[in-house]
Structures are given as C-alpha cells and as structure tokens.
C-alpha cells in the first residue's frame, strides 16, 4: 500500500533543532524506501508557524516565521527542505547552497 507521511514536524523555537529532527525522520523514510516501502509523498507540518487556540502564536512549527505583524520570513530549515526537495539528496539538508550549486 503506498505512503503519504502528512503533517510530520515539531513545535520548537530552535530551528537548529528543526533541521535534526528533519534529518532524523527524513533518514528513516529514506531508509524505509532502501527496504522497498512505496513512498508517494512527504508533507512538513506546517509550513507556517500558526495561530493554537490554546498557546497563541507558541509554539512555533513552521519552515516560514511569522511575526507579530504577520511578517513571513523562511527559516533556515525551509531553505534546507528546499535543498532536499530539488536535489532528492538528505545530504543537502546541511549545505549551504553556494554548495548546492556546484
């Protein structure tokens, strides 16, 4: 049966964080597709960070900041995602993309 993975993310301020926990379960879908699982798809949870009626603005969950004055500014980890989701490779996940680009 094929697998979507929808909605896999972690509320944290830390987005250093943000970029190991992609790597831990993006690893482990990569390695579950090695083993022959039909893996159709991969959703972050949430692209942007969002509005919880019951914290607020807090925790913070997504790739894109949003500010007080509802600014987006991308994170880190969405520019890393990003990497990932062009080049098919988790190694890119922690390059910088002058080193993408070569």
Same mark, same amino acid.
């Given at each position: 049966?094929?697998?979507?993975? !929808?909605?896999?993310?972690?509320?944290?301020?830390?987005?250093?964080?943000? &970029?190991?926990?992609?790597?831990?379960? &993006?690893? +482990? &879908?990569?390695?579950?597709? +090695?083993?022959?699982?039909?893996?159709?798809?991969? &959703?972050?949870? #949430? +692209?942007?960070?969002?509005?919880?009626? #019951?914290? =607020?603005?807090?925790?913070?969950?997504?790739?894109?900041?949003? =500010?007080?004055?509802?600014?987006? !500014?991308?994170?880190?980890?969405?520019?890393?995602?990003?990497?990932?989701?062009?080049? =098919?490779?988790? =190694?890119?996940?922690?390059?910088?993309?002058?080193?993408? #680009?070569?």
């Amino acid at each position: 049966m094929p697998l979507y993975v !929808t909605e896999n993310g972690i509320a944290t301020t830390d987005d250093t964080e943000r &970029l190991d926990y992609l790597h831990t379960h &993006l690893a +482990a &879908l990569a390695r579950a597709v +090695a083993e022959g699982v039909d893996v159709r798809g991969y &959703l972050h949870w #949430s +692209a942007f960070d969002n509005f919880e009626w #019951s914290e =607020g603005y807090r925790p913070r969950f997504g790739l894109v900041a949003v =500010g007080d004055d509802f600014t987006r !500014t991308p994170k880190p980890s969405a520019y890393a995602f990003a990497r990932v989701a062009r080049t =098919g490779r988790l =190694g890119a996940l922690h390059e910088t993309s002058e080193q993408t #680009s070569r």
